[in-house]
């Protein structure tokens, strides 16, 4: 069975400060992993995935992400926050022999604050 | 925009009725997911057809169906609706059926069951 385990379920963080969104998976098989983010009322974009190769991800919006296999983690950073960056980020991976299908973690609020 | 097409938006009614979902995927995909988010369960699995047929079943329950047409189109079909039914029902799509593909979301069809 395979498993996503976000550490915080919400981050406050104030405005241009450095911010972690924590992600830890489970599975016994090759993963992909991926960080999708929803922003009030809408649906799930992507900022960024792993796939292979470099460790260390970038995506959009100066987010960026480093899988670390012997930790089982994939957690996702910004140097510099923006009070647009508010808004509940979701770590997923697949992997093996879910087909595509994407198994979520349970989501981190980040709030920015003035 | 990605281009994931969900109707309706929004939409009430009452316990045991029977609703229907629908989905346009991305121009050129040929797999669709259907999603299911709410408040005590997360963002749940329920189904993947990949060119008219099924793919792969999550957390589906049986008062639920889908389907995936001949234009890629889908459908999923809620009936005998309970009050736990309420949620934000996601369709998405991707290219192609396998793990590692990137999967786009649309905004979401909100479900309130009264």
Redesign the interface.
């Known amino acids: 069975a395979q498993s996503v385990t976000q550490l915080d379920s919400q981050v406050p963080v104030f405005e241009e400060a450095p911010v972690e969104l924590r992600c830890n998976y489970s599975s016994s098989v090759s993963?992909?992993l991926f960080w999708?983010v929803q922003y009030p009322n809408?649906?799930?974009?992507?900022l960024l995935?792993y796939?292979s190769g470099s460790t260390l991800v970038k995506g959009i919006n100066g987010f960026e992400a480093e899988f670390n296999k012997s930790q089982t983690s994939f957690h996702l950073r910004k140097p510099s926050v923006h009070i647009s960056d508010t808004a509940e980020y979701?770590c997923a991976l697949?992997?093996?022999t879910?087909?595509?299908?994407?198994?979520?973690?349970?989501?981190t609020i980040l709030t920015v604050h003035p | 925009d990605s281009g994931v097409t969900q109707t309706p938006k929004h939409l009430i009614t009452a316990t045991g009725q029977r609703v229907t979902l629908r989905c346009s995927p991305r121009s050129g995909d040929l797999s669709v997911y259907w999603y299911q988010q709410s408040l005590d369960q997360g963002l749940q699995f329920l189904i993947q057809y990949y060119n008219g047929e099924e793919r792969a079943k999550g957390n589906i329950l049986e008062r639920f169906s889908a389907q995936q047409f001949p234009d890629l189109h889908s459908e999923l079909n809620l009936s005998s609706l309970e009050l736990g039914d309420s949620a934000l029902y996601f369709c998405a799509s991707s290219v192609g059926a396998s793990s590692g593909n990137t999967i786009y979301f649309g905004e979401g069809s909100w479900l309130t069951v009264v």
């Open positions: 993963v992909y999708y809408q649906g799930l974009q992507l995935k796939l979701f697949a992997g093996g879910s087909y595509g299908k994407l198994t979520f973690g349970q989501g």
